[in-house]
């Protein structure tokens, strides 16, 4: 079906991100995180190539942070709002007591270090590059084999996979590739006594049974934590177009996605596709990015554990040395894990007390 509504002026490629016109820089304007309506504007000045800015939307940075004291055997918030509640945690020690979300659905994302997690359902062992879904009201506990830094999402809403659509139910991942616990008792089972903290209304409950809570011999049902690696997830390749974000969606929220970038093939030089990240105004969601693994060729002076934030409203897009690098490039093997918010993002003081002041300097060329 044509769509009657769309309208073209001027000078403009005709497929976005492809053959770009000499001396002009692609934007794209879109609305509702790249999902929703969208036009490509085509500037004669990089997006980005700003003197000064002044208010809540600058771009911002956090370096790697899982050896501050603030999260040491705990979760510390990084950034926030009614829907999604970002933290980070480092532990070295298996837990000393149970846990149980009664306010948020949870997604834990391992950076680094394995275990297990123990589970009214049963046993999932753990590892770096594991996504773990627990439902709301799950009971839980880690053990840690080795030192584990954690990425914690606490959501409003459930967890669910995206649609593929025309793709088929096999891609971004295949079916098997998902884990499902099997029934299992917890493995302590000579304690004197066995405590679960149950967070409800932002408060915390401690309550004592003198037996080990996990005693489920079966379950059936629809409802129950699963797990997938990232390292198992099958990206949308085209060597003729740049992908958006939203093509590697891999969890849907309440008002808000997780998209996982992985290793893949980068366009086509031959074809003049554009191989960095194209500049755009995703006017209706704060944008955050963590970068678990390899060489973030589009971020100069980014490493491993670091986490960038990008406000609605403001221009995003690569850094200047990135259109060249990715020229030398025919392939990436960066991983980085991102968070689109739906509604703005607030910063924790944890954020305030380690943030780059400098990161939205990092586009003026010198």
């Given at each position: 079906m044509?769509?009657s509504?769309?309208?073209s002026s001027?000078i403009?490629s005709k497929q976005a991100h492809?053959?770009?016109p000499d001396g002009?820089?692609?934007?794209?304007?879109?609305?509702?995180g790249f999902?929703?309506r969208?036009s490509h504007l085509?500037?004669?000045?990089?997006?980005?190539?700003?003197?000064?800015?002044?208010g809540?939307?600058?771009?911002?940075?956090?370096?790697?942070?899982f050896?501050?004291?603030?999260?040491?055997?705990?979760?510390?918030?990084?950034l926030y709002?009614s829907?999604?509640?970002?933290?980070?945690?480092?532990f070295?020690?298996?837990?000393?007591?149970?846990?149980?979300n009664?306010?948020?659905d949870?997604?834990y994302?391992v950076h680094?270090g394995s275990g297990?997690?123990?589970t009214?359902?049963g046993?999932i062992?753990i590892?770096?590059?594991?996504?773990?879904?627990?439902?709301?009201g799950?009971?839980?506990?880690?053990?840690?084999?080795?030192?584990m830094k954690?990425?914690?999402?606490?959501?409003?809403?459930?967890?669910?996979?995206?649609?593929?659509?025309i793709?088929?139910?096999?891609?971004?991942?295949?079916?098997?590739?998902?884990?499902?616990?099997e029934?299992?008792l917890?493995s302590e089972?000579?304690?004197s006594?066995?405590?679960?903290?149950?967070k409800?209304?932002?408060?915390?409950?401690?309550l004592?049974?003198a037996?080990?809570?996990?005693?489920?011999?079966?379950?059936?049902?629809?409802?129950?934590?699963w797990?997938?690696?990232?390292?198992d997830?099958?990206p949308i390749?085209?060597?003729?177009y740049?992908?958006?974000?939203?093509?590697?969606?891999?969890?849907?929220s309440?008002?808000?996605?997780?998209?996982?970038?992985?290793a893949?093939?980068?366009?086509?030089s031959k074809?003049?596709?554009?191989?960095?990240?194209f500049?755009?105004?995703n006017?209706?969601y704060?944008?955050v990015?963590f970068?678990?693994?390899?060489?973030?060729?589009?971020?100069d002076n980014?490493s491993a554990?670091?986490l960038t934030f990008h406000?609605?409203?403001?221009n995003h897009?690569?850094?200047?040395k990135?259109?060249?690098?990715?020229?030398?490039?025919?392939f990436?093997d960066?991983?980085a894990?991102?968070?689109d918010?739906?509604?703005?993002?607030l910063?924790?003081?944890?954020?305030s007390?380690?943030?780059?002041?400098?990161?939205?300097?990092?586009?003026?060329?010198h």
């Amino acid at each position: 079906m044509i769509d009657s509504s769309f309208r073209s002026s001027g000078i403009f490629s005709k497929q976005a991100h492809v053959k770009i016109p000499d001396g002009l820089y692609e934007e794209e304007h879109g609305r509702k995180g790249f999902f929703g309506r969208v036009s490509h504007l085509y500037h004669e000045q990089k997006l980005t190539s700003w003197k000064n800015i002044e208010g809540d939307l600058k771009p911002r940075a956090l370096p790697t942070l899982f050896d501050s004291v603030e999260v040491q055997e705990k979760f510390a918030p990084v950034l926030y709002n009614s829907d999604v509640i970002l933290s980070y945690g480092t532990f070295s020690k298996t837990w000393k007591s149970f846990w149980r979300n009664g306010d948020f659905d949870e997604l834990y994302f391992v950076h680094d270090g394995s275990g297990k997690i123990e589970t009214t359902y049963g046993h999932i062992n753990i590892k770096k590059g594991d996504y773990i879904i627990i439902p709301r009201g799950t009971t839980i506990k880690f053990f840690i084999d080795s030192k584990m830094k954690l990425l914690r999402f606490e959501s409003n809403g459930e967890f669910e996979e995206p649609t593929r659509g025309i793709l088929g139910p096999n891609a971004l991942y295949d079916q098997t590739m998902i884990f499902v616990p099997e029934a299992a008792l917890g493995s302590e089972q000579n304690l004197s006594e066995y405590l679960i903290e149950i967070k409800r209304e932002g408060k915390i409950t401690k309550l004592t049974y003198a037996f080990n809570p996990l005693d489920v011999k079966g379950w059936k049902g629809n409802l129950y934590p699963w797990k997938l690696s990232i390292y198992d997830y099958c990206p949308i390749n085209s060597h003729k177009y740049h992908i958006p974000p939203s093509g590697h969606t891999t969890f849907v929220s309440k008002n808000f996605v997780i998209c996982s970038f992985v290793a893949r093939p980068l366009e086509s030089s031959k074809e003049q596709v554009l191989k960095v990240p194209f500049y755009h105004s995703n006017i209706d969601y704060d944008e955050v990015l963590f970068y678990h693994e390899g060489d973030f060729f589009s971020r100069d002076n980014i490493s491993a554990g670091a986490l960038t934030f990008h406000p609605q409203g403001i221009n995003h897009g690569p850094h200047p040395k990135a259109f060249q690098k990715a020229n030398n490039k025919e392939f990436t093997d960066e991983y980085a894990v991102m968070l689109d918010a739906r509604h703005p993002l607030l910063r924790s003081e944890f954020f305030s007390k380690y943030e780059n002041q400098n990161y939205w300097k990092s586009w003026m060329e010198h």
